[in-house]
């Protein structure tokens, strides 16, 4: 956009002094030679090309002391969409980023060096595309909240526009602690955040007056309407729509996720217009990984169509260690294989799903060739006797 901009400037510039330019041109090649006639002509042609190049200066000038514009809804919303056709595998996958709370003086610095550093691994190593902070992390008694600030400030750092893989992109939940407003959400808008989720109207209309891109989340939402929000938020103002970045809807209840290879699933129609572009994200949690469950439950929901998947704290394995580095490696594991193009089969639903060349931890490299091997039994399996579920094992995703 600011390229386009610039381009746009200079040619309205050109076109503004094109007329006194031909005119310079004019008056040299055809009025008399004459000596007094030639350096009139020249003195025109001359001050005619230094206000060009003044001109040029000062545009430059101001474009350089011109602050970059702030994150927008329609830049979230691109984020937020996956590309190619919908239903066809495609998904955003999003998750929500708790750090655990700190026991002692030692475990917050600790968490204070680790978060920059599992900001790059998400972002390089999971293409993680967001992440959603519980407000209470960011929150706690003095001295034991979390610093969020240094993730914002490294994904700034490292991860400038345009760039590959992309920034993750960071939203504060609001939904519990309006006092956020005040105390944390200036600071940590100035250090990069993208946006907020709500769960309130109101809410959209506080993001709104602080330029922060809002993800609406509809508590109460029934999963017979499809993708159909236009019920939940039709009364908002077409201002306050437009700075709705994406709406959120609660998981789908137990059993939904029951493996059936023989019912694929049915796409949903998207909103009606004015809201067929908004990204409709639907929570996943309760799904363990294991035995190709979590793998299953995301095609699912990218066949329905949704736009993105937000996956929850509770589809961490029992007994994972409670560290930052412990969590992330689990996140960045999950997204490098559910965001996969090659053919896996899992639970006897076959489908495309995109494997990294450079999936992150060797461990799950291992894995997979344990389990191709059979060696585990074949997919879709239940567990072995040997695999204890509730101290956390658990085969594949």
């Not at 400030?153 to 400038?160: M, R, V």
């Not at 992309?166 to 519990?176: A, E, H, K, Q």
């Not at 017979?224 to 709705?244: F, H």
């Not at 060349?357 to 074949?378: C, F, I, R, T």
Request: proline letters at 9%; one cysteine or more; glycine letters at 8%.
């Amino acid at each position: 956009d600011k390229h386009r901009m610039s381009s746009i400037l200079h040619i309205t510039l050109l076109l503004l002094l094109f007329p006194h330019l031909i005119h310079s041109f004019h008056h040299f090649l055809f009025q008399p030679s004459s000596s007094h006639t030639s350096a009139n002509t020249q003195h025109t042609f001359n001050t005619n090309v230094n206000h060009y190049i003044q001109t040029k200066r000062t545009i430059t000038t101001l474009k350089a002391i011109t602050p970059p514009s702030p994150t927008s809804s329609p830049i979230i919303r691109d984020v937020l969409t996956p590309t190619g056709r919908r239903g066809k595998g495609k998904i955003t996958l999003g998750l929500t980023y708790e750090p655990p709370t700190p026991s002692d003086a030692t475990q917050v610095i600790l968490l204070t060096v680790d978060i920059p550093k599992c900001s790059k691994e998400l972002r390089e190593k999971g293409k993680c595309k967001y992440i959603v902070v519980p407000g209470e992390t960011v929150k706690r008694d003095e001295g034991w909240e979390v610093d969020f600030k240094s993730f914002l400030e490294e994904q700034n750092a490292n991860a400038e526009p345009g760039s590959l893989p992309g920034p993750t992109r960071v939203f504060l939940d609001v939904t519990r602690d309006p006092t956020l407003w005040n105390d944390k959400i200036p600071s940590l808008k100035k250090s990069g955040l993208a946006g907020v989720l709500v769960d309130k109207h109101e809410d959209i209309a506080k993001a709104e007056s602080l330029n922060l891109p809002a993800l609406y989340k509809i508590n109460d939402y029934d999963h017979t309407k499809g993708l159909d929000v236009t019920a939940y938020i039709s009364t908002l103002s077409e201002k306050l729509s437009s700075n709705l970045a994406g709406c959120v809807l609660p998981g789908h209840p137990e059993g939904f996720y029951d493996q059936d290879e023989n019912k694929p699933p049915t796409l949903l129609q998207k909103p009606p217009p004015p809201y067929d572009d908004l990204p409709i994200i639907i929570e996943l949690g309760g799904v363990k990984a294991g035995d190709g469950e979590l793998q299953y439950a995301t095609r699912k929901l990218a066949g329905m169509g949704y736009s993105s998947i937000l996956m929850l704290p509770s589809i961490l394995p029992v007994g994972l260690p409670p560290t930052l580095p412990d969590i992330t490696n689990f996140w960045v594991a999950a997204l490098s294989t559910l965001g996969s193009l090659r053919s896996n089969k899992f639970g006897g639903f076959r489908s495309k799903v995109a494997l990294e060349k450079d999936v992150p931890m060797e461990w799950l490299n291992y894995q997979k060739d344990v389990m191709s091997s059979g060696a585990l039994g074949a997919t879709g399996e239940k567990p072995s006797a040997d695999i204890n579920t509730d101290a956390g094992d658990y085969q594949g995703f």
